[in-house]
């Protein structure tokens, strides 16, 4: 009967840690607003936010990483450019690393928690009326509603440095560049919100209603569009 109790204990006590790197990540993101006239980091410096470039340009898949972006108000000032960078081994149990993530990290493309790629991530797809990612902060009408980074997944690595809005990965049925639902039994995933608050979230919870339009509703998308 303790065993079961135990295995439970031990999930929850990964899961406030995960929380708690969330927290740090997030309060990087916020500090660097402040150092930067309140200017969004992407979350790739070859997306449209930094470049204006779109979804087919060549180049703008493989730019350098938020991590890189905010190194510094992450305190890794010595954490390498571009999308084949190798994680420092002295950053790779940090605030980086899941405890409930099973696969270790070595690169920065699997670092496990992800920034959502547009809006909030920067990203300009190319088809018809070209959803604008926000360039500030004040553009964000509902901060506490708006995810700003979560648990995520890659197959193969482990985590995504980015995830595509509103697309979820469940336990082991791991797909690339997706929100990962990985704790308390593969029930609930972290969420860091850009208000600086992190929470704990189901499936049903994060999920937004439009499976047509994944990167448009809140708390992925822009308020425009709505969602909860």
Not at 121 to 133: A, M
């Amino acid at each position: 009967m303790l065993l079961p109790t135990l295995s439970k204990a031990r999930e929850r006590a990964r899961t406030a840690l995960c929380a708690s790197n969330l927290k740090q990540i997030i309060l990087a993101w916020r500090m660097y607003l402040e150092d930067y006239n309140e200017i969004l980091p992407p979350a790739r410096d070859s997306y449209y936010r930094f470049t204006g470039l779109k979804e087919n340009d060549p180049g703008v898949a493989y730019g350098s990483s938020w991590v890189y972006i905010m190194r510094n108000h992450l305190n890794m000032p010595d954490y390498p450019s571009g999308y084949w960078a190798i994680v420092p081994e002295k950053y790779r149990n940090g605030i980086l690393k899941c405890p409930s993530m099973r696969v270790g990290i070595y690169w920065d493309f699997g670092v496990h928690y992800g920034m959502p790629i547009c809006y909030i991530g920067g990203y300009c797809p190319s088809w018809g009326w070209d959803p604008v990612p926000y360039f500030k902060y004040p553009q964000i009408k509902y901060p506490s509603r708006q995810i700003v980074f979560c648990d995520s997944c890659y197959s193969g690595y482990g985590g995504s440095v980015v995830v595509r809005n509103n697309e979820f990965a469940i336990g082991d049925e791991i797909s690339n560049g997706r929100v990962h639902i990985r704790h308390n039994g593969n029930y609930t995933a972290n969420f860091a919100f850009a208000d600086g608050h992190v929470e704990s979230m189901t499936y049903k919870q994060a999920l937004t209603p439009d499976f047509d339009y994944w990167y448009r509703y809140l708390p992925w998308g822009k308020a425009t569009w709505g969602g909860w």
